[in-house]
């Protein structure tokens, strides 16, 4: 999981891509990266951490041009310790590319073989998306006939790319002396939007980013979301154009978007993540209610922050008291996306604090949003109970997570997985917890596409079923030999 935002625009875009980072920082925090275009000059600074931490002012006076992208990076493929992986990537012909990147490309193994050998094309990280920027510049050099580039050539590159390359991509490129170009997978798994605004001169000025809320904080219209399988390609005056480049595309969005990844305030594939969380939280009222007595729960709590909209209707539904018994310390980064087990073991007590006047003799229903490892549920549950607590039921507003996620979430290893293997009162008892209850995957699934023309979501963490029909036994076994290794 990424973040993502190219602009073109009539004014310098320096501080528009740094302040969209800032609102996009949720979906990545190891590295971050900004890109700009002044004619056919790059200007690109790199850097490990927070984008507070990333960018000095003598950096965003030598990031010069009307043009330009930037990145967060929450790290799924490739050395999360190494400046070298992180985004954007660029290669130097055909013009000069430059590229960002959100999602996980599952053939990894194949484009490697195939870039090397048949392409001639060096690739010096470990990450995928250098190896997704070679085969756009590849499939790009090939359509080139003329002097001068086309929308007709950069469209059919784009097609080429969609039949070569597998997995998740949501994509952001410039190519230089020519324009912004970006496209989505042809499942539309990984969310891509694009916003339009007029200067008083009356001149277009664009955006594409991962979520609404950059595109309306930076005062753009939202146009509409970047179909799957198309390319839009905006040239340096502003003219915008747009082609479908796959062949069989079918919007199958990423159901962990709306569980955990994304700020509540966005609508993606015409979804508010904050209703969705809503209805979440109806639905899983109706399944505590189906599974213990309601006489049983003094208090219904959330892990701030993800899991609050879903709480506040569990406890409105069940006609119990909602209460805050979690302090967070927001300036700990997300747990979900510490890079190490242990680091991830050492913040969670740093992040969140009980306080016991909430806690003492009651019995407490605990709403999360999801648990996938357990290690955060886990000394939750010993925190309230630390703080005196008579009983703790937890609960997840997703259904359990029982196998690895390939699309751009670090949910690698089956072995990881608290719920792998596990029967739900088995899980409990990893926990500690009194009882456990989880979202059902059907209720989850109508909880987000209700009210839309929505008819498939990428389940594949719950139920194990991969959308790009790609995805083997053997392929999961490699990649849990090489994320452990």
């Given at each position: 999981?990424?973040?993502?935002?190219?602009?073109?625009?009539?004014?310098?875009?320096?501080?528009?891509?740094?302040?969209?980072?800032?609102?996009?920082?949720?979906?990545?925090?190891?590295?971050?990266?900004?890109?700009?275009?002044?004619?056919?000059?790059?200007?690109?600074?790199?850097?490990?951490?927070?984008?507070?931490?990333?960018?000095?002012?003598?950096?965003?006076?030598?990031?010069?041009?009307?043009?330009?992208?930037?990145?967060?990076?929450?790290?799924?493929?490739?050395?999360?310790?190494?400046?070298?992986?992180?985004?954007?990537?660029?290669?130097?012909?055909?013009?000069?590319?430059?590229?960002?990147?959100?999602?996980?490309?599952?053939?990894?193994?194949?484009?490697?073989?195939?870039?090397?050998?048949?392409?001639?094309?060096?690739?010096?990280?470990?990450?995928?998306t250098e190896m997704l920027l070679n085969v756009l510049a590849t499939e790009l050099q090939s359509q080139i006939t003329g002097l001068e580039l086309d929308p007709d050539q950069?469209?059919?590159?784009?097609?080429?790319?969609?039949?070569?390359?597998?997995?998740?991509?949501?994509?952001?490129?410039?190519?230089?002396?020519?324009?912004?170009?970006?496209?989505?997978?042809?499942?539309?798994?990984?969310?891509?939007?694009?916003?339009?605004?007029?200067?008083?001169?009356?001149?277009?000025?664009?955006?594409?980013?991962?979520?609404?809320?950059?595109?309306?904080?930076?005062?753009?219209?939202?146009?509409?979301?970047?179909?799957?399988?198309?390319?839009?390609?905006?040239?340096?005056?502003?003219?915008?154009?747009?082609?479908?480049?796959?062949?069989?595309?079918?919007?199958?969005?990423?159901?962990?978007?709306?569980?955990?990844?994304?700020?509540?305030?966005?609508?993606?594939?015409?979804?508010?993540?904050?209703?969705?969380?809503?209805?979440?939280?109806?639905?899983?009222?109706?399944?505590?209610?189906?599974?213990?007595?309601?006489?049983?729960?003094?208090?219904?709590?959330?892990?701030?922050?993800?899991?609050?909209?879903?709480?506040?209707?569990?406890?409105?539904?069940?006609?119990?008291?909602?209460?805050?018994?979690?302090?967070?310390?927001?300036?700990?980064?997300?747990?979900?996306?510490?890079?190490?087990?242990?680091?991830?073991?050492?913040?969670?007590?740093?992040?969140?604090?009980?306080?016991?006047?909430?806690?003492?003799?009651?019995?407490?229903?605990?709403?999360?949003?999801?648990?996938?490892?357990?290690?955060?549920?886990?000394?939750?549950?010993?925190?309230?109970?630390?703080?005196?607590?008579?009983?703790?039921?937890?609960?997840?507003?997703?259904?359990?997570?029982?196998?690895?996620?390939?699309?751009?979430?670090?949910?690698?290893?089956?072995?990881?997985?608290?719920?792998?293997?596990?029967?739900?009162?088995?899980?409990?008892?990893?926990?500690?917890?009194?009882?456990?209850?989880?979202?059902?995957?059907?209720?989850?699934?109508?909880?987000?596409?209700?009210?839309?023309?929505?008819?498939?979501?990428?389940?594949?963490c719950f139920t194990g079923e991969y959308v790009t029909g790609t995805v083997t036994p053997e392929y999961l076994d490699w990649v849990e030999r090489t994320q452990l290794s």
């Amino acid at each position: 999981m990424c973040g993502i935002v190219g602009i073109v625009s009539t004014e310098p875009v320096n501080q528009q891509i740094y302040d969209s980072l800032l609102l996009l920082q949720h979906r990545g925090q190891d590295s971050t990266g900004i890109a700009t275009a002044d004619g056919p000059v790059f200007h690109m600074i790199r850097s490990r951490g927070q984008v507070r931490e990333g960018f000095r002012t003598r950096d965003m006076r030598s990031l010069i041009g009307n043009m330009g992208l930037g990145h967060v990076r929450y790290t799924t493929k490739g050395a999360a310790e190494r400046e070298e992986e992180a985004q954007p990537f660029y290669v130097n012909a055909p013009y000069g590319i430059v590229l960002v990147h959100n999602g996980n490309l599952t053939n990894t193994r194949e484009l490697s073989s195939e870039l090397f050998s048949i392409d001639r094309r060096h690739v010096n990280s470990t990450s995928d998306t250098e190896m997704l920027l070679n085969v756009l510049a590849t499939e790009l050099q090939s359509q080139i006939t003329g002097l001068e580039l086309d929308p007709d050539q950069v469209f059919a590159a784009v097609e080429a790319v969609h039949q070569r390359v597998e997995g998740s991509y949501a994509v952001i490129s410039m190519i230089a002396g020519y324009g912004l170009l970006a496209f989505r997978d042809p499942f539309g798994i990984r969310p891509l939007i694009l916003g339009r605004r007029l200067t008083e001169a009356g001149k277009e000025e664009w955006i594409v980013a991962s979520e609404s809320l950059v595109l309306e904080n930076g005062d753009y219209e939202i146009v509409r979301d970047v179909e799957p399988g198309e390319a839009i390609f905006i040239a340096l005056d502003g003219t915008m154009v747009s082609r479908q480049c796959a062949k069989n595309p079918r919007l199958v969005p990423c159901s962990f978007e709306y569980v955990y990844l994304a700020r509540p305030d966005s609508v993606m594939n015409g979804i508010s993540v904050y209703e969705a969380r809503l209805r979440m939280g109806n639905r899983l009222a109706d399944t505590v209610a189906t599974h213990m007595p309601l006489g049983d729960i003094d208090v219904v709590m959330p892990i701030p922050d993800s899991s609050r909209p879903a709480a506040m209707q569990v406890a409105q539904k069940l006609g119990i008291e909602y209460r805050e018994g979690f302090y967070k310390n927001r300036y700990v980064g997300r747990t979900f996306i510490m890079p190490g087990q242990a680091e991830r073991k050492r913040s969670v007590r740093q992040k969140l604090n009980a306080m016991g006047t909430e806690f003492k003799g009651k019995n407490i229903l605990i709403v999360d949003d999801s648990i996938v490892r357990g290690t955060t549920s886990q000394q939750i549950v010993q925190m309230a109970r630390d703080a005196g607590a008579n009983k703790v039921t937890f609960t997840s507003a997703a259904p359990p997570v029982r196998y690895p996620h390939v699309y751009g979430i670090n949910m690698p290893s089956r072995q990881e997985l608290i719920a792998h293997g596990r029967k739900i009162p088995e899980i409990a008892a990893e926990l500690g917890a009194d009882h456990m209850i989880f979202q059902e995957v059907a209720d989850l699934q109508a909880a987000i596409t209700e009210g839309t023309s929505i008819t498939e979501l990428d389940l594949s963490c719950f139920t194990g079923e991969y959308v790009t029909g790609t995805v083997t036994p053997e392929y999961l076994d490699w990649v849990e030999r090489t994320q452990l290794s």
